[in-house]
């Protein structure tokens, strides 16, 4: 028998394009076939060593889930590839070599290739609005969801010890920037948080309570059809919501949200829910674009560079049928991994004709509104209510990976329905936390 050919297969990225390529390179690659000839080492590398669940965080905040049942450890998740949690610093595509740091030690790596998938996601998008990242909320990763939780917390805390009203109600005024999909998610599960909890603090007023929503746009849920969006502007209005549309966001101080022609929210309390930004190792090569994003082929391939394949957030892979790049969504990613895998296993063989290229229609979208209601349009279907609540959460729990994961939600969901939320608040969390005064005689 003739010697195996060795080589490596690197994947930066542990979000669910990366995930998924791993685990569908490991199946191919131990195919009896394959695995005869070749020998292939195969590197998974993330910053966490766990996958977040990114569309549950917002249940994280309003202590519908528990905080760790929406992650996955990573290392659970592998049979045969070695995973590193390592900050990737730079990339030199031309020498096949990838420089990374650990977070704590700040111990440096280098990682050579001979095959690259990246899958590095993206990063909260700021666009440039003054004083957004230093005073505003993120939910991006589970330590966003946890310190936002503990913050609202401390504001309904603080508010009960407040005398004068007009500090009490900043104090109690949440503002969403951001009325996407994502803004109208966290907003909502928000709305049922706080609603909530008033009751518990003897000296908040129900009508000192309030969310509010601020987007640019002249309707909600762009990504939904205007008249799903238009259904729940409606249903959270009636909730007590307020939305702000068509307003664009300035600024952000730490006691409030700047708007257009001078105007101002008084909050304490800006969940940043305004799009995403590339990671900047990704932006700083020459083959992003001006948006910081690369495009590739049809195969996901990056163009100049053999054996490097772009895929999720950081990618723009066209859409035969529209003309315009895939929408960066979690079923979109899922697909774009298993295929870059197969293509990576082509790639290896130098089988050219083995190769495809990446086509997939979106199934539909589904969004929470909180209550237990939401809104779905599923291959053209549209419908908004219960039943739609019932199906997301059975579509995203078959989603959630690991059996153990979907055990733990489901069981938070049931308790959920009949046990009070928890509004505990978790000091170590609380972002500008001040010492306590001095005694002046001591």
Same mark, same amino acid.
């Given at each position: 028998?003739?010697?195996?050919?060795?080589?490596?297969?690197?994947?930066?990225?542990g979000?669910?394009a990366g995930?998924?390529a791993?685990?569908t390179?490991?199946k191919?690659?131990?195919?009896?076939?394959?695995?005869?000839?070749?020998?292939?080492?195969?590197?998974?590398?993330?910053?966490?060593?766990y996958?977040?669940?990114t569309?549950?965080?917002?249940?994280?905040?309003?202590s519908?889930?528990?905080?760790?049942?929406?992650?996955?450890?990573?290392?659970?998740?592998?049979?045969?590839?070695?995973?590193?949690?390592?900050?990737?610093q730079?990339?030199?595509?031309?020498?096949?070599?990838?420089?990374?740091?650990?977070?704590?030690?700040?111990?440096?790596?280098?990682?050579?290739y001979?095959?690259?998938?990246?899958?590095?996601g993206?990063?909260?998008g700021?666009?440039?609005?003054?004083g957004?990242?230093?005073?505003?909320?993120?939910?991006k990763?589970?330590?966003?969801?946890?310190?936002?939780?503990?913050?609202?917390?401390?504001?309904?805390?603080?508010?009960?010890?407040?005398q004068?009203?007009?500090?009490?109600?900043?104090?109690l005024?949440?503002?969403?920037?951001?009325?996407?999909y994502t803004?109208?998610?966290?907003?909502?599960?928000?709305?049922?948080?706080?609603?909530?909890?008033?009751?518990?603090?003897?000296?908040?007023?129900?009508?000192?309570?309030?969310?509010?929503?601020?987007?640019?746009?002249?309707?909600?849920?762009?990504?939904?059809?205007?008249?799903?969006?238009?259904?729940?502007?409606?249903?959270?209005k009636?909730?007590?919501?307020?939305f702000?549309?068509q307003?664009?966001?300035?600024?952000?101080?730490?006691?409030?949200v700047?708007?257009q022609?001078?105007?101002?929210?008084?909050?304490h309390? %800006? /969940?940043?829910?305004?799009?995403? #930004?590339?990671?900047? !190792?990704i &932006? +700083?090569?020459?083959?992003? @674009?001006?948006?910081?994003?690369i495009?590739?082929?049809?195969?996901?391939?990056v163009?100049?560079?053999?054996?490097?394949?772009?895929?999720?957030?950081?990618?723009l892979?066209?859409?035969?049928?529209?003309?315009?790049?895939?929408?960066?969504?979690?079923?979109? %990613? /899922?697909?774009?991994?298993?295929? #870059?895998?197969?293509? !990576?296993? &082509? +790639?290896?063989?130098e089988? @050219?004709?083995?190769?495809r290229?990446?086509?997939?229609q979106?199934?539909?979208?589904?969004?929470?509104?909180?209550?237990?209601?939401?809104?779905?349009?599923?291959?053209?279907?549209?419908f908004?209510?219960?039943?739609?609540?019932?199906?997301?959460r059975?579509?995203?729990?078959?989603k959630?990976?690991?059996?153990?994961?979907?055990?733990?939600? +489901?069981?938070?969901?049931?308790?959920?329905?009949?046990?009070p939320?928890?509004?505990?608040?978790?000091?170590?969390?609380?972002?500008?936390r001040?010492?306590?005064?001095?005694?002046?005689?001591s």
């Open positions: 028998m003739a010697d195996k050919t060795s080589k490596s297969v690197l994947i930066l990225g979000g669910f995930l998924e791993a685990q390179c490991e191919i690659f131990s195919e009896q076939d394959f695995s005869e000839l070749y020998t292939v080492e195969i590197t998974l590398v993330s910053k966490d060593n996958l977040v669940f569309s549950m965080l917002a249940e994280v905040v309003s519908s889930i528990e905080a760790k049942h929406v992650v996955i450890p990573l290392r659970e998740c592998f049979k045969t590839t070695t995973f590193k949690e390592l900050e990737v730079s990339l030199d595509l031309k020498n096949k070599v990838v420089g990374c740091y650990h977070f704590h030690t700040c111990e440096t790596f280098d990682l050579e001979d095959y690259l998938i990246l899958a590095m993206s990063i909260t700021y666009h440039g609005i003054a957004a990242e230093e005073n505003s909320f993120p939910l990763n589970l330590a966003d969801a946890m310190v936002l939780r503990s913050h609202i917390i401390d504001m309904f805390e603080r508010a009960d010890l407040e004068d009203p007009d500090v009490r109600k900043r104090l005024t949440f503002a969403v920037v951001g009325g996407g803004g109208i998610e966290v907003a909502a599960e928000l709305n049922d948080f706080v609603s909530f909890s008033k009751r518990f603090y003897k000296h908040v007023k129900a009508d000192e309570v309030k969310v509010v929503v601020v987007d640019p746009g002249d309707r909600i849920m762009h990504e939904m059809s205007e008249g799903l969006a238009e259904y729940g502007l409606k249903l959270l009636k909730r007590g919501m307020e702000r549309l307003t664009r966001v300035e600024g952000v101080t730490p006691d409030t700047e708007i022609d001078g105007g101002k929210i008084e909050t309390t %800006a /969940i940043w829910a305004a799009g995403t #930004a590339p990671q900047p !190792v &932006a +700083a090569l020459p083959i992003a @674009d001006k948006h910081g994003k495009e590739v082929n049809e195969y996901m391939e163009a100049g560079y053999p054996g490097v394949w772009a895929l999720g957030d950081c990618a892979i066209p859409d035969p049928h529209s003309g315009k790049p895939y929408p960066p969504t979690a079923q979109h %990613a /899922i697909r774009e991994g298993a295929r #870059a895998a197969h293509n !990576v296993a &082509a +790639a290896i063989k089988k @050219d004709d083995e190769k290229p990446f086509v997939f979106a199934q539909g979208m589904l969004a929470p509104l909180g209550h237990r209601s939401a809104v779905a349009d599923i291959k053209g279907i549209k908004s209510g219960f039943f739609a609540w019932l199906m997301w059975a579509i995203y729990l078959g959630l990976p690991g059996w153990d994961r979907k055990i733990r939600v +489901a069981i938070d969901w049931f308790l959920d329905m009949f046990l939320k928890d509004i505990i608040q978790l000091k170590f969390l609380i972002k500008g001040q010492s306590p005064p001095k005694d002046e005689d």
